[in-house]
């Protein structure tokens, strides 16, 4: 079974840019999440889909959005890019499905944003 | 609220001795899991083990394992056996259930195994 994919693995964008990252979940997986990794404030969860609904959001500014599509692929997009927007992202599928069920999260290889 | 706490910025262990890497949380929710990941150089998060919080037995996954103490609120890995290839960052997450459907993660651990 092919894992978690995501494209593209590194982007480079200046200030004010927008961008839009893209995930694949692993086949049969409904559920998508979102994270950010920054040395500074370390994994922080973004959004999480399940069935094209966003269930759970983060806390980071609107400029962060996200959205699924019916075959569980998933965007996230960054408007007006700033600097500190500078991290992997990285996406994780897991078949949630309940609220109790605690599957675990396989994650992407991540996709390195580097902001200028 | 939910938290995450590994205390061990870095560690250092010989290689094919165990090493031991320590993760407290703190939660008021009965239901959670506790997970392990490797983040080797690549960057790619690695899913090693997992706790659930009324799982009666410790988990176990090849060499490694992890030491959950439920009333200490303790889940520390233990990897047995190093090997050079376990060099790597490790993080501890825990997700509860009742719907919240997000992990949050430890600050992370990293071990270096010398040769």
């Known amino acids: 079974k092919a894992g978690v994919t995501q494209t593209p693995r590194y982007l480079i964008k200046t200030r004010g840019q927008q961008v839009t990252l893209s995930c694949s979940p692993i086949?049969?997986?409904?559920?998508v999440s979102w994270y950010q990794q920054t040395p500074g404030q370390g994994l922080q969860f973004l959004f999480e889909?399940?069935?094209?609904?966003?269930?759970n959001k983060g806390n980071f500014p609107g400029r962060f959005s996200g959205r699924q599509f019916s075959n569980s692929r998933s965007e996230m997009n960054v408007s007006t890019l700033e600097l500190g927007d500078s991290a992997l992202y990285l996406c994780?599928?897991?078949?949630?499905?309940?609220?109790?069920?605690?599957?675990?999260?396989?994650f992407g290889p991540g996709t390195r944003l580097t902001v200028l | 609220a939910q938290k995450i706490t590994q205390t061990q910025p870095g560690m250092f262990v010989q290689e094919k001795e165990a090493v031991t890497l320590d993760c407290t949380y703190d939660t008021s929710d009965p239901s959670y899991g506790l997970f392990w990941y490797k983040q080797p150089s690549s960057g790619e998060m690695i899913f090693l083990i997992y706790q659930g919080s009324y799982d009666q037995q410790n988990a176990t996954e090849g060499r490694y394992s992890l030491n959950f103490q439920k009333a200490r609120k303790s889940a520390n890995l233990v990897i047995s056996a190093s090997q050079l290839g376990d060099s790597a960052m490790y993080f501890c997450?825990?997700?509860?259930?009742?719907?919240?459907?997000?992990?949050?993660f430890g600050t992370g651990t990293r071990l270096k195994v010398l040769a």
């Open positions: 994780a599928s897991s078949s949630w499905g309940r609220e109790d069920a605690l599957d675990e999260q396989f």
């Open positions: 889909y399940f069935s094209e609904t966003q269930r």
């Open positions: 086949s049969g997986h409904r559920s």
């Open positions: 997450a825990m997700r509860e259930g009742g719907g919240t459907y997000k992990y949050i």
